[in-house]
């Protein structure tokens, strides 16, 4: 049994004759619904050889989709030819013409033939591009090759014209004119230079290959060039330091707290970038990091600047501070390359105070704080405020007592004087109410001083300083102490005043006894005001007295008899012997001082044991330039001499083991006052270890002491 066809067609004719460039040919198609359901229905015509991008441009089809047509029911078709299905062909050809239904997925063909005749137009070109999309970088030179087939049966001449690409990339111009053969094909190409990435941005450029002829259709070709990302983002910062405040000033800029930079960019791509910056910083939070404005968008071959603002708060005081800060540039599209995208910047932060005020004020807070100190003769916190009167070393010699016109004595440490960061004062004594003239150790134990005082009274103090004295015992009001001398044991203290008188005191007793009336156990009385006192000889059994009109006797405590000593240059009312000392260990060794200037070295052994008179052994004047000799001292050992006089200058002489000056040793100026015009007042001298130490007190209120080395070559202490 044969199927029934539910698509029944049919041809108004199955043969046209068309002519290119003339009147349409046309024919009708009637299709009947042989089917038992509603369908709608298409028609196409197809040629062989035809162009198959070119579709059924060739005819026109009315109606494109018929109506649903009902069973048995028919509809029409009407198909004008309005060219040729293939470009320049002449003579018969088939064409199928195909119906079909969606509906009834059936179709029907039909065969018609077509007589072509010669054209009276031009039949349009073909344009082939054997390329049609192009993948380059920037600086490529591109070829684009195009080939023009000329489908007619005439020579043609043509013109190609590219289009759509800047004319500039054309390396030669932008039109081809050519000669087309019958039937025949040409080749030609156009070449393009792609430019450097900053003109050449990545994207799909198209371009149209357009052949034009004269009296001929035109026709033409598209394809498309695409610029590949290319090219790279230069980043720097610049200046490379920066510091705050941007400039040194002489005067504080507190209120200048921020730097800034300059963050540079330059898109040296073909790509638009969006551009912003991180930075890092150390210690960053207590900076405050600012970059302006946050985000760019920068154009291929454009640059931008963008500015970082570092804030940070600035000490008052200290050194520069140094900080590293680590800028990364950051782009939107990652497939570039940044150059540098890393930068170190360096960043000074001076303190608000300039370093010179810094040091102005290190030099004021240092001169304050010296000026505070006991390194201030002048302090008023610290030492003396008026002249100090007299000086002496305890036994060991590691400290020194001081008594001065203020009223006080004071305990000082022999370190201090030759270390400057020991504090030399080791605390005020005792706060006396009158002036000081003497004051003197206890030899046994050295806990207890002896101070005359300006009104005649005798004080005892503790060392430790104490409120109160121990003791306070005088012979007859204001009669002045000027010279005060334990005996070694310390039971007893002798005391030279003013009046003449010389007493002995029981101290022991008044040590034991502080609130008994002390009476002295003996006293005598001489004829002249007595400055200084001396034991001399052994046993303390005779003391050397001397004061002024150049009176100098020797009071044989033991049989209470005294005797003048013979005194080199007889004296008026304004001359005086001001200072008398002995050597510990060469006890008939004497030292005398004058108000002229004269310093004299005795040997009292003869006179002492009444086998002659006492004998001088070295006398001279050119110590203090002629003037006064206030004090002199002797070493323990009897070798060297220390003298403090009116000229400011304190000396030691070097002696032999005779008690003469040393004549291959001079003696030398080893300390000296403010001026000339302060008076030295009291010295005294202590050998220790290697070491002489020298101290003085004069009429500036200071208390010095002055470190030597002991003489190798002195013959003297070589034998002590």
């Not at 043969?15 to 349409?24: D, E, F, S, V, W």
């Not at 300059?262 to 791509?269: D, G, P, V, Y």
């Not at 108000?595 to 009444?610: H, R």
Request: hydrophobic share 40%; glycine share 8%; proline share 5%.
């Amino acid at each position: 049994m044969v199927n029934k066809s539910l698509i029944n067609a049919k041809l108004s004719t199955q043969l046209l004759r068309y002519k290119p460039g003339g009147i349409p040919a046309s024919l009708e198609v009637t299709v009947t619904n042989e089917s038992n359901q509603f369908a709608t229905f298409q028609v196409e015509l197809l040629a062989a050889g035809a162009d198959s991008s070119v579709a059924n441009s060739w005819y026109k089809l009315s109606p494109g989709i018929s109506a649903k047509t009902p069973p048995g029911d028919s509809t029409k078709f009407y198909v004008a030819i309005t060219d040729t299905p293939v470009p320049g062909f002449v003579g018969k050809m088939n064409i199928t013409v195909r119906i079909f239904s969606m509906e009834l997925r059936e179709e029907e063909r039909q065969l018609l033939r077509i007589a072509i005749e010669q054209g009276t137009g031009s039949i349009p070109m073909q344009v082939e591009l054997p390329v049609r999309e192009f993948v380059v970088h920037p600086t490529d030179l591109v070829e684009i090759p195009v080939w023009v087939y000329n489908p007619s049966q005439l020579s043609t001449n043509v013109v190609l014209h590219f289009v759509g690409i800047e004319p500039t990339w054309l390396v030669e111009s932008a039109q081809r004119r050519l000669q087309v053969a019958p039937a025949g094909k040409v080749e030609t190409s156009f070449l393009c230079q792609i430019p450097i990435a900053t003109l050449a941005p990545s994207q799909v450029y198209p371009f149209t290959v357009e052949c034009t002829q004269h009296n001929g259709p035109p026709s033409r070709n598209a394809g498309s060039i695409k610029i590949v990302a290319a090219g790279f983002m230069d980043f720097s910062c610049t200046p490379a330091l920066q510091q705050i405040p941007p400039s040194r000033n002489w005067l504080p800029r507190w209120k200048s707290n921020s730097a800034s930079y300059k963050l540079n960019f330059e898109n040296a791509s073909n790509l638009t970038q969006q551009v912003s910056c991180e930075v890092e910083a150390e210690d960053q939070r207590r900076f405050h990091l600012q970059v302006i404005p946050e985000v760019v968008d920068l154009n291929p071959g454009e640059t931008t600047q963008l500015q970082l603002v570092c804030t940070r708060k600035r000490r008052w005081w200290g050194s520069v501070q140094k900080f590293l800060l680590e800028v990364r540039a950051i782009v939107s599209d990652d497939r570039l390359d940044v150059r540098n995208d890393t930068q170190i910047l360096k960043l000074l932060v001076q303190p608000v105070l300039p370093i010179w005020m810094q040091l102005a004020g290190l030099v004021l807070l240092l001169f304050l704080l010296w000026s505070l100190s006991w390194l201030n003769p002048g302090n008023p916190f610290w030492g003396h405020k008026a002249s100090v009167t007299s000086v002496q070393f305890n036994g060991l010699g590691e400290q020194l007592i001081s008594g001065s016109n203020d009223q006080t004595a004071i305990r000082w440490r022999t370190s201090g004087f030759v270390n400057p960061l020991i504090n030399q004062e080791i605390g005020v004594v005792g706060k006396a109410g009158k002036a000081v003239r003497v004051i003197r150790y206890k030899p046994v134990d050295n806990n207890v001083v002896a101070a005359g005082l300006e009104n005649g009274e005798i004080q005892l103090w503790n060392v430790s300083g104490e409120k109160q004295p121990i003791n306070s015992f005088s012979f007859q009001k204001d009669d002045r102490v000027l010279a005060l001398e334990f005996t070694k044991d310390s039971r007893y203290l002798l005391s030279g005043h003013g009046s003449g008188l010389v007493a002995v005191w029981d101290i022991e007793r008044d040590l034991d006894n502080p609130n008994s009336t002390n009476q002295p156990l003996r006293g005598k009385k001489f004829d002249f005001v007595v400055n200084a006192l001396a034991l001399v000889g052994k046993a303390d059994r005779n003391l050397a007295i001397a004061g002024r009109y150049n009176q100098f006797v020797v009071w044989n405590l033991a049989k209470d008899k005294w005797g003048r000593v013979s005194y080199p240059r007889q004296g008026g009312q304004e001359d005086y012997i001001v200072s008398l000392d002995s050597a510990e260990y060469k006890p008939n060794l004497l030292v005398t001082a004058d108000n002229q200037g004269y310093i004299t070295l005795w040997n009292m052994q003869k006179c002492l044991a009444e086998q002659g008179p006492c004998e001088v052994l070295d006398e001279w004047s050119d110590g203090h330039g002629g003037k006064s000799v206030r004090s002199v001292a002797l070493s323990a050992n009897g070798c060297y001499l220390a003298s403090g006089g009116d000229d400011g200058r304190v000396m030691l002489w070097p002696l032999t083991a005779e008690g003469k000056r040393d004549s291959q040793l001079k003696g030398r100026k080893i300390d000296l006052s403010f001026g000339q015009s302060w008076h030295i007042n009291s010295v005294d001298i202590k050998t220790v270890g290697n070491s002489i130490f020298v101290v003085s007190g004069s009429d500036d209120t200071e208390v010095r002491l002055k470190r030597v080395d002991r003489l190798p070559q002195l013959q003297c202490d070589q034998q002590n």
